[in-house]
């Protein structure tokens, strides 16, 4: 009875679903019905999971220590050390990140499951030991032992001890973070660029003859006082960190824009003047597709690599930035062909009659629809972007070296051959995080166009 | 046609300025002074005092060869503190400082006072040459010490800008000064300089940094130097010689080394387009042509697997595998050629067939890729080509299945594998960089990864413009062999 009753609400849900019939839900249940892509998603997520607690299960912290009596969970602080004071009044500094936990003389101890950090080495079994081969660990009194299996190097280590396993668990998070921050990037500009370009086109965006010279000197003016006068102040973030440049640019792009609105509402009080209110058109989309045009002509590598050439400091922020300003044209020239489709279709047309602001009606009504192959695009994009910034630390340019990439563990694995270890498993890290992405893309692609429908 | 391509090059021909203005954006911010490299690379074992007179004739020299005393384009956006002559200072490190300056005073008539009055002392010190009688009541080597530090100071004082630090090398330069009486002297010039800063600091004008000001500065700039030359005198312009300036590192003109070293890349890139075609079409073809069979399942998986693998590591693993005396050791790891060279003499061939063995690995890690894409596209779009009615209407004419599909199919499904052709070109030049570091092929890609190891700004740039310029033909090319297979397309 109860089974069968579950069996009618389930239909129910089932035609109920029939009846308000989202295009989101249709498509969800078909990239479902795609079972490589739907698997390639739940990877995705568990990755996604792996990179954010990967500081807590790689790392030679312990999760949980109990010394001399004091309870510590050095791999959850904040901070780097604990104070212990001893039953005769003294007291003992533990800093966590250069205690020696795996002997330490604690009355329990729990390690992280991969009990060793990225960047940390185990000399006593340096110079290349394989994953299989006789790993070594050395007790308290310096006694040479069998390696515990709680701290095996499960897939063995590099030149000076590094444990291959804690670097790819630890690299998860910086490829992750690039792919999807710098695709993060690329859509803002590429949505937004192609969204314009499509909507207006040429002969749409009509302005008077006073408003467009006003925001053309405005432009300049926002520059001037955005960048130029702070040009010393952006360097000096560049010099600084990756944030100091970031909270540097926040300010530079906020007086840009407040400066750009000061001179937008001039405008159209200039724009009031007789003989300056002739209409003129922006040629928006020309001049979005110029811009796309020259950037894809730029062999995007070669591009990237000539300007980290350039930035002073090597950071992960400014990778970011770089492979985000330079690979957004692919969601652009997208987003602008399904705008170019949209915005001549009836809907669209009732909404501007309704005397709809245009904003409201590209972001709100337009863009919904338009967001498709763009989706498809970004899926791809990380993809690129992830074997992009794998390329640059195999080649020892794109991130900071002590920086511990995919990349640089396999472009370490180079310098000895004989350790197949280093070669196999990072590639095999960025060859199923890409394949990934891009199984997950072609997902995207079938399910979100239902012209392939069957 | 014609009138299509000559409007096709105009179009090409403002991206092309964008491409080189972008290429001399990089290249005017690169981090480091060329000029200090130059002369440092090229520098004489001299005296102190002689080597750096000759030092500064030295700068001057590469300053006017590379160019950097000229304003660094046709007009510049700055400020009513900013004067239109600061660029005729060729030290980058005392450039950027006058420039911090004015950006915090805004009073350039007083920064001007106080810099050329910094300048007079640093040279009366250098040519002042205390009395010999005075000098033998001190220790000769402190003395020689003491006056070192005073140039020392004197110089870096030149490029610094913070007050907290002016002000201790003052107090410092000062102290130095008073250790000896015979060194006064000096101390009327030093004066001037402390009381010209201490002038900058009282009658600062902050405002006018505030109010913009554009400045022309006509033909005479970097920029059209770099594109156009001085009439052959130290350039000769890159838009009609192809001068891409001096290495940094060998001082050989670009141009040279570029020719030296673009053979290897053609040939590979040449090499892969060719190779990609020639598999991909027919696998491509075949799998649309029995879709959902078995060989259509397989070559999908394998094709896609390909796709998504990085050619770094494909290339590391078939060195791993193939090149290496543990494993299997059939062919050599790197280079193109033995290590000895051809024997003298040998023909193309000959020589074609001495490198074969290097060729293989480089050739397979160059194809794979391109070999992968283009599989894919020739698959969907004979696809869509054998689902429409033509071909329908051919089968049903009674045509074999080959004739069907590669005379009435193959020639409307190239289409779309045409256009793909002008990406297939630029990413091959893109891609090599990586191949030819890993399998040291002495070709661009090296050359380019040596360049940004090294920081020679006027390679990369090179590099950047040049394939720029390639992947702009690419199109052009493609877009014309569009119009030729497809006589549907008009260009109107």
């Known amino acids: ?454 | 046609m014609l009138q299509y391509i000559v409007k096709r090059i105009l179009i090409f021909i403002p991206t092309l300025i964008v491409i080189t203005l972008l290429g001399f954006i990089i290249s005017i911010n690169a981090p480091g002074d060329p000029v200090e490299r130059m002369v440092s690379s090229s520098q004489n074992n001299g005296e102190q005092g002689a080597q750096s007179i000759s030092q500064k004739e030295q700068k001057k020299f590469w300053c006017s060869k590379l160019g950097l005393d000229l304003p660094v384009f046709y007009f510049s956006l700055t400020s009513l503190a900013c004067p239109d002559t600061l660029y005729k200072i060729y030290d980058k490190n005392e450039r950027e400082a006058l420039g911090r300056l004015i950006s915090k005073y805004g009073n350039w008539q007083e920064i001007q006072k106080y810099y050329s009055s910094l300048i007079r002392f640093n040279e009366f010190q250098l040519v002042f040459v205390a009395d010999s009688n005075l000098l033998k009541q001190y220790d000769k080597s402190a003395v020689l010490e003491t006056m070192n530090q005073i140039r020392f100071e004197s110089s870096a004082l030149k490029a610094s800008y913070e007050s907290s630090v002016i002000e201790a090398k003052n107090i410092k330069i000062s102290n130095l000064i008073s250790s000896y009486p015979f060194l006064s002297s000096l101390k009327p010039a030093f004066e001037l300089v402390k009381q010209n800063y201490y002038s900058i600091e009282k009658n600062s004008s902050t405002w006018k940094n505030y109010v913009p000001r554009i400045a022309f500065y006509g033909f005479q700039n970097q920029y059209h130097r770099w594109l156009f030359g001085d009439g052959g005198k130290f350039s000769k312009g890159l838009l009609f010689h192809g001068d891409f300036g001096t290495s940094y590192v060998t001082h050989q003109p670009i141009a040279d080394v570029i020719y030296s070293k673009i053979g290897w890349s053609l040939f590979f890139s040449m090499l892969s387009v060719l190779l990609a075609y020639l598999v991909s079409i027919p696998i491509g073809v075949k799998a649309a042509a029995n879709r959902g069979g078995r060989f259509d399942k397989i070559s999908s998986l394998v094709l896609f697997l390909l796709y998504s693998m990085p050619s770094f590591w494909l290339a590391t693993l078939l060195i791993m595998t193939f090149a290496n005396t543990d494993v299997l050791h059939w062919l050599p790891a790197s280079g193109v050629k033995p290590a000895l060279g051809y024997p003298d003499g040998a023909s193309f061939f000959e020589m074609m067939k001495i490198s074969f063995p290097y060729i293989i690995l480089p050739a397979i890690c160059y194809t794979y890729s391109s070999f992968a894409f283009l599989s894919r596209t020739m698959r969907v779009s004979m696809i869509e080509i054998v689902n429409q009615d033509y071909i329908r209407t051919a089968k049903a004419k009674g045509l074999t299945e080959n004739k069907v599909i590669w005379k009435h199919g193959f020639r409307n499904a190239l289409l779309p594998i045409i256009t793909v052709f002008a990406n297939v070109f630029p990413a091959a030049i893109g891609g090599s960089v990586i191949i030819e570091s890993i399998f040291t092929i002495p070709g661009m890609g090296s050359e380019t990864i040596y360049a940004i190891q090294n920081n020679n700004y006027p390679m990369i740039i090179a590099v950047l413009t040049i394939t720029g310029f390639l992947t702009l033909i690419g199109y052009l090319i493609s877009d014309i062999l569009y119009a030729i297979v497809d006589p549907r397309i008009s260009f109107k």
Not at chain 1, 83 to 89: A, C, H, L, R, T
Not at chain 1, 396 to 408: F, L, Q
Request: glycine residues 8%.
């Open chain 1, 1 to 454: 009875m109860e089974e069968k009753k579950s069996h009618i609400e389930n239909e129910k849900i089932e035609l109920g679903s029939e009846k308000d019939f989202s295009f989101r839900k249709y498509a969800w249940r078909q990239f479902k019905k795609n079972k490589l892509a739907y698997y390639s998603f739940r990877i995705l997520i568990f990755l996604i999971i792996l990179s954010v607690i990967s500081p807590v299960i790689a790392t030679d912290e312990p999760l949980y220590c109990k010394y001399k009596g004091v309870n510590m969970f050095p791999a959850f602080s904040l901070f780097n050390k604990c104070e212990i004071k001893n039953v005769d009044g003294s007291s003992e500094i533990i800093q966590y990140d250069i205690t020696d936990w795996k002997r330490l003389d604690a009355t329990t101890i729990i390690f992280a499951p991969v009990a060793y950090a990225a960047n940390k080495t185990d000399y006593d079994n340096a110079d290349y030991v394989s994953p299989g081969g006789g790993q070594v660990f050395k007790d308290k009194e310096g006694k040479l032992l069998k390696m515990p299996i709680k701290f095996r190097h499960w897939l063995g280590t590099g030149k000076a001890g590094e444990d291959v396993l804690s670097g790819l668990i630890n690299g998860t998070r910086i490829s992750l973070s690039i792919g999807i921050l710098s695709m993060l990037i690329a859509s803002f500009l590429g949505i937004f660029l192609g969204a314009m370009a499509g909507y207006f086109g040429d002969h749409k965006l009509q302005t008077t003859r006073g408003s467009f010279w006003t925001m053309a000197i405005g432009l300049l003016m926002a520059y001037y006082y955005g960048f130029s006068v702070r040009y010393y102040n952006i360097i000096d973030g560049f010099a600084t960190s990756g944030i100091a440049v970031l909270f540097q640019l926040l300010i530079s792009i906020l007086i840009f824009l407040s400066v750009l609105y000061l001179f937008y509402m001039l405008g159209k009080r200039v724009g009031e003047i007789s003989f300056l209110s002739t209409p003129v058109f922006i040629p928006v989309d020309s001049i979005v597709s110029r811009i796309i045009e020259i950037l894809i002509s730029m062999p995007l590598l070669i591009l990237i690599i000539s300007i980290s050439a350039i930035a002073k400091e090597r950071s992960i922020i400014n990778l970011m930035v770089i492979i985000g300003l330079t690979s957004w044209t692919g969601i652009a020239r997208l987003t602008r062909a399904e705008f170019l489709r949209i915005s001549n279709l009836e809907y669209i047309q009732a909404a501007k009659s309704m005397g709809f602001k245009e904003y409201r009606i590209i972001f709100r009504h337009a863009l919904p629809n338009a967001l498709a192959p763009a989706l498809v695009a970004i899926a791809f994009g990380v993809a690129s972007a992830i074997l992009i910034e794998s390329s640059l630390s195999f080649l020892g340019i794109g991130v900071p070296p002590e920086t511990i990439t995919w990349g640089a563990l396999l472009s370490a694995g180079r310098e000895q051959y004989s350790a197949w270890w280093l070669v196999v498993f990072p590639g095999l890290a960025i060859f199923l995080t890409v394949t990934i992405y891009n199984l997950l893309g072609e997902g995207l692609r079938d399910a979100l166009d239902p012209r392939l429908k069957k």
